[in-house]
């Protein structure tokens, strides 16, 4: 399991439209082979971060998501840009529920 997690800024007053211009995205994520979540949240605690949390089953889902998202047009969403993102890749080997 490939898991991406980050944290993405944004202009506070721009934080509702930059998250309702990626639900279609997300949505299509969803449905990709491999995808078991992709989820872009507001962070309830700062106006100016969204959450990224992503589960793969495997580096080739990913990989080809990535593919995929790179061939859709710039123009994609609402054209409200982050201003900074910070994005990372966890390779899992185990997992367990919590107890």
Known sequence: MVI???TIE??????????????????TSRAEPGCLE?????????PRRVMLF??????????AHLAAMRARPASAGTG???????????D??????LR
């Open 92 to 97: 899992v080997t185990a997992e367990r529920p």
């Open 10 to 27: 944004v202009d506070p007053d721009q934080r509702e439209a930059f998250l309702a211009g990626r639900i279609e995205g997300m949505r």
């Open 54 to 63: 992503e589960r793969w089953a495997r580096q080739e889902d990913l990989d």
């Open 38 to 46: 992709y989820t872009l949240s507001a962070d309830p605690t700062d």
């Open 4 to 6: 991406v997690a980050g």
């Open 80 to 90: 409200v840009a982050p201003r900074a993102a910070s994005i990372f890749v966890y």
